[in-house]
C-alpha cells in the first residue's frame, strides 16, 4: 500500500508542477535614445515615416519605429502611436507597441512622452512584457527631417 500512495503522490506532483504557471522574470530598464527622422521616400513602406537611433542603457543597441498613426488635436499638440524594435549589441530583439503625446513647443518642437507597451521579442527577449516610459524632446520634427532625443526607464519581464 506504501508503494502505491508513493507513486501516486510521485505522478500528483508531476501533473501539477506541468500545470503551475512560469514567473517572469522582471528587471529595470533605464537609459536614453536618439532618434533620427528618415527623409521622405527612404521608407517607402512606411508612408507617416520612421525613425532609426542609437541606444545607451540597460537596451544599449540601436532603434527603430514607424509611426502607425498621428491625430492632431486643436491646440498644436499630437497623439502618435507607433512600433517600435530595439536591437541589443548582443543582438536580442525587444519589440513594443508605442502611445504618445506630443506637446507643441515651437515649430518643429515638441515635448514628447511616450508609453512603449511590450509585445515580445527574440533572442533572451522572447515572450518579454512590460512597460517602459520615456520622456523626451523632438527636435526640428517635420516630414523627413528631425530628431528626437529621450530618456526611458521601465520594466522588463521575460519568462
Known sequence: MTRHLTIGSACLAAALSGTAPVEAACVPVSGKFTEHILPAGSAPNDPAGRVIGNV??????????????????????????TNNVFVTDEGNQLFTRGDAHWEFIANGFYQVELTLQIVGGAGKYAGASGTIKTLGVGDKVKPGSGMFIQEYRGRLCTP
Do not use: C, H, Q, Y
Not at 540597460?58 to 527603430?64: F, H, I, P, S, V
Open 56 to 81: 545607451d542603457g540597460t537596451l544599449k543597441g540601436a532603434t527603430t519605429a514607424f509611426i502607425t498613426s498621428i491625430a492632431p488635436e486643436l491646440n498644436g499638440n499630437l497623439r502618435v502611436t
